[in-house]
T-cell receptor, first 112, second 119 residues
Framework: TQLLEQSPQFLSIQEGENLTVYCNSSSVFSSLQWYRQEPGEGPVLLVT?????EVKKLKRLTFQFGDARKDSSLHITAAQPGDTGLYLCAALTTDSWGKLQFGAGTQVVVTP | GAGVSQSPRYKVAKRGQDVALRCDPISGHVSLFWYQQALGQGPEFLTY????????KSGLPSDRFFAERPEGSVSTLKIQRTQQEDSAVYLCASSLSSGGVFSGANVLTFGAGSRLTVL
C-alpha cells in the first residue's frame, strides 16, 4: 500500500515546456525527499525538505513542502530531455527513524 | 568504493530455487537498507541494518526472505524457494550515520539494483 499518492502517473512533454508533479498524503511527515530514477539505476536524491511551507530551488527545479507537511510539489521550468526519468517522492514518518515510504512515482518523458 | 555496488545485476531463477543478492555499501557507512521495487512501482522497504544489527525487518514479505550483514559491511539478501511474485528489482542503499539520517548533510545512496526474474 502506497502511503504517498503521486500524480500524474505519466507525463510526456516537449522540450522547453514546464511541468509540475504532485505528492500527497493524509499523514504528516517530519521530512520529505524527491528522487529521480533512470532506467537500470537506483534513485538519486534531488532534495530534502523539512519545514512546512519550505521552497527549495535546484537550477530549473523548484520543490515545495506544504504548510501542513502532508504534501509536496516539484515544478520543472523549461524541461530538457535530460530531465526524463521516474520522479519519486519519499517521506520519513514522525515515528520512524530510518524507513522511507516511497510513492509510486511519476514517469516524465521530455522529447526534443 | 565510490558507490554502492550490487551483484548480480540480473538474475533469472526457476521457481523454487534459492537466490542470494549481494550489496557492498560505501566504505564506513553505518546504515544499510534493502528495498524491493516491482515494475511500475516505487521502492518498498524490506529491512534495515545499523552496522551488523538488523534493527527493522518489518518489510520482509515472508519467512522465505532473510538478510544478514555479519561484519557490518557487506550484506546479503537471500530468498528461499523463489516464487513468481518475487520478481522485482532489489535495491540496496547505505548512509553514513544512524538516526537523523534525513537531516543535515547525510544522504541515502542507492545501488543500481539486482533485477530478479523468477520463471
Amino acid at each position: 500500500t502506497q502511503l504517498l499518492e503521486q500524480s500524474p502517473q505519466f507525463l510526456s512533454i516537449q522540450e522547453g515546456e514546464n511541468l509540475t508533479v504532485y505528492c500527497n498524503s493524509s499523514s504528516v511527515f517530519s521530512s520529505l525527499q524527491w528522487y529521480r530514477q533512470e532506467p537500470g539505476e537506483g534513485p538519486v536524491l534531488l532534495v530534502t525538505v523539512v519545514t512546512g511551507g519550505e521552497v527549495k530551488k535546484l537550477k530549473r527545479l523548484t520543490f515545495q513542502f506544504g504548510d501542513a507537511r502532508k504534501d509536496s510539489s516539484l515544478h520543472i521550468t523549461a524541461a530538457q530531455p535530460g530531465d526524463t526519468g521516474l520522479y519519486l517522492c519519499a517521506a520519513l514518518t514522525t515515528d520512524s527513524w530510518g524507513k522511507l515510504q516511497f510513492g509510486a512515482g511519476t514517469q516524465v518523458v521530455v522529447t526534443p | 568504493g565510490a558507490g554502492v555496488s550490487q551483484s548480480p545485476r540480473y538474475k533469472v531463477a526457476k521457481r523454487g530455487q534459492d537466490v542470494a543478492l549481494r550489496c557492498d555499501p560505501i566504505s564506513g557507512h553505518v546504515s544499510l537498507f534493502w528495498y524491493q521495487q516491482a515494475l511500475g512501482q516505487g521502492p518498498e522497504f524490506l529491512t534495515y541494518f545499523q552496522n551488523e544489527a538488523q534493527l527493522d525487518k518489518s518489510g520482509l514479505p515472508s519467512d522465505r526472505f532473510f538478510a544478514e550483514r555479519p561484519e557490518g559491511s557487506v550484506s546479503t539478501l537471500k530468498i528461499q524457494r523463489t516464487q513468481q511474485e518475487d520478481s522485482a528489482v532489489y535495491l540496496c542503499a547505505s548512509s553514513l550515520s544512524s538516526g537523523g539520517v534525513f537531516s543535515g548533510a547525510n544522504v541515502l545512496t542507492f545501488g543500481a539494483g539486482s533485477r530478479l526474474t523468477v520463471l
